[in-house]
């Protein structure tokens, strides 16, 4: 009913950087009624995934502290889009990232996850 679709990784040298996006779309076209959260996850070769950053419709931002200052979470709540600058990667950044939101469709809210889109930062 929902898709999330990534776009915007992939090879990188230490210090540069990578900007994602992550589009909300429906089934229905104009049936989305909000998305109260989103967010970006990440997942390195065996560990565990992780909370990377996440911003409410209202703006408010979450970071985990590896990132602070470094990554900058934004949205376009017109375009259903959520966006991730990625500054100053580090070889640590490197994983498979995922985009998270929890859409409303009418009264109903539920939480859908994007395909994941492999950043790798490498000299």
């Known amino acids: 009913q929902v898709q999330l679709v990534e776009s915007g990784g992939g090879l990188v040298q230490p210090g540069g950087s990578l900007r994602l996006s992550c589009a909300a779309s429906?089934?229905?076209?104009?049936?989305?009624?909000?998305?109260?959260?989103s967010g970006w996850y990440r997942q390195a070769p065996g560990k565990e995934r992780e909370l990377v950053a996440t911003?409410?419709?209202?703006?408010?931002?979450n970071y985990v502290d590896s990132v602070k200052g470094r990554f900058t979470i934004s949205r376009d709540n017109a375009k259903n889009t959520v966006y991730l600058q990625m500054n100053t990667l580090k070889p640590e950044d490197t994983a498979v990232y995922y985009c998270?939101?929890?859409?409303?469709?009418?009264?109903?809210?539920?939480?859908?996850w994007g395909q994941g889109t492999q950043v790798t930062v490498s000299s």
């Open positions: 429906a089934s229905i076209s104009g049936s989305i009624f909000g998305i109260p959260v």
């Open positions: 998270n939101a929890a859409v409303t469709i009418g009264i109903t809210t539920r939480n859908y």
């Open positions: 911003i409410t419709s209202t703006g408010s931002t």
